[in-house]
Nanobody, 124 residues
Framework: QVQLVESGGGLVQAGGSLSVSCTGSGRTFSTYAMGWFRQAPGKEREFVAAIRWNGVGTYYADSVKGRFTISRDNAKNTVYLQMNSLKPEDTAVYYC?????????????????WGQGTQVTVSS
């Protein structure tokens, strides 16, 4: 079992940058693929980015491709999401999630464990 805790959210102006982190408990963190999702008020949770267990493969939603970068440090049990050129429409609660699956990283149901979320607000 993995417990996930996000940190680093906050308020930023449009065009700015922000980084959020997710730290997992347990010695098996490095065996999980990790994903970032976000949920804005009144909207469904949507895929943002994912990274394979070894960091070799990364995947992004079209809406964030070229602006966001996902990375991980298995020695620190941490996955990161660097967000650049932020837009007001990026405002949401950002969640990290863990899965042992090797496919369909863009689906909410692929993931077994979720963090509590961290708020990211982008002002115009």
């Amino acid at each position: 079992q993995v417990q996930l805790v996000e940190s680093g959210g906050g308020l930023v102006q449009a065009g700015g940058s922000l980084s959020v982190s997710c730290t997992g408990s347990g010695r098996t963190f490095s065996t999980y693929a990790m994903g970032w999702f976000r949920q804005a008020p009144g909207k469904e949770r949507e895929f943002v980015a994912a990274i394979r267990w070894n960091g070799v493969g990364t995947y992004y939603a079209d809406s964030v491709k070229g602006r966001f970068t996902i990375s991980r440090d298995n020695a620190k049990n941490t996955v990161y999401l660097q967000m650049n050129s932020l837009k007001p429409e990026d405002t949401a609660v950002y969640y990290c999630a863990a899965t042992l699956s090797s496919t369909r990283y863009y689906l909410v149901n692929t993931y077994n464990y979720w963090g509590q979320g961290t708020q990211v607000t982008v002002s115009s």
